[in-house]
């Protein structure tokens, strides 16, 4: 089997992270409930685990990371935790290159009064900085946007973006779950008020795995509240970080495998991973691009992007393809609407879908070849 479905979770991990899955299996507890050997097992390699995602991503410390079991689970908590649509006159603003996560949370609060503004996208998926300031308003509150676009690729300058809201004294959510352990992120430097990732993809961890990281003063209510190990006496949930945004038992075995992985990141180098996946997707790319019958989505006039190309053949359903690559080729990809509703309308593919291959730095030059063979050939039978 190739798997070049990376974009929806990263198959072939490094050894290390199943290996302490496992240990943490045989030998963590419950972290905060109790003072066992067990217990503080898993306490400390939650903790350790705070720390290393507050260096990756410069937040202010380990107190401004909550883990939650996936990426759509830290965007409603930011969502719904910071717009109160009942209460206050208020307004938002997303992006045409979001994904379902966002969409959807901000829809529903739609429904109870908030104003929404949906910044379009272009032929090719891109946004324009320009219409976005021009789309601020007194009563905004929140500007949310994907890092990168899991559809086409295509990458925000989220420093810039995070630049704009801070000039107009909005929040600056980030959903970076196609970016997180690949692209260097700074909670700093980009102003960015909350960013929400998935563990499993980029970061090579565990599925299950996610967390939110909030900048300190910026109020979240929770989404769910319940057991934290702490305060059990008081009728209300904890209010400070991270337990404010932690209910009940945390997935400490996934998130041993998480810490493995961010290590491994570490030693492998973000830069050296980056290049290495983009090398293979530009490869990809280049053999794609010219073939008759073929069109592939994006904006590829820059060098930094995800790692990703989507595309479609003529006179043949995405789906099709997808499942003649299975069948026949033994290729795994992507197929359908992506969770990216408003992106494939933009790309003029609402009908249609699309086919998506993302590329990780365990795929091969060989396997590249191979696949770009396969859709040459799927592309003369079409």
Known sequence: MIYLDNASTSFHKPDCVARAVVEAMQQAGNSGRGSSGEALEASRLIFDTRCQLAEMFEAEGPECVAFTSNATEALNTAIFGVLHPERENVHAIATAMDHNSVLRPLYALEKRGLKLTILPADRQGRISLKELEASIRPETKVLVCTHASNLTGNVNDIRTIGEIARKHGILFIVDAAQTAGVFPISMKKDHIDILCFSGHKGLMGP?????????????????????????????????????ALEAGTLNSHGIAGLRAALGWINETGMDKIRKREQQLMWHFYNQVKEIKSVTVYGDFSGKERSPVVTLNIDGAGSSEVSMALSEEYGISTRAGGHCAPLMHLSLGTGKTGSVRFSFSYFNTEEEIDEAARAVRELAEEA
């Open 207 to 243: 599925q299950g795995t996610g967390a939110i990281c909030v900048r300190p003063g910026v109020k979240v209510e929770a989404l769910k509240v319940g057991g934290s190990g702490i305060l059990t006496f008081q009728k209300e949930h904890p209010k400070d970080m991270p337990e």
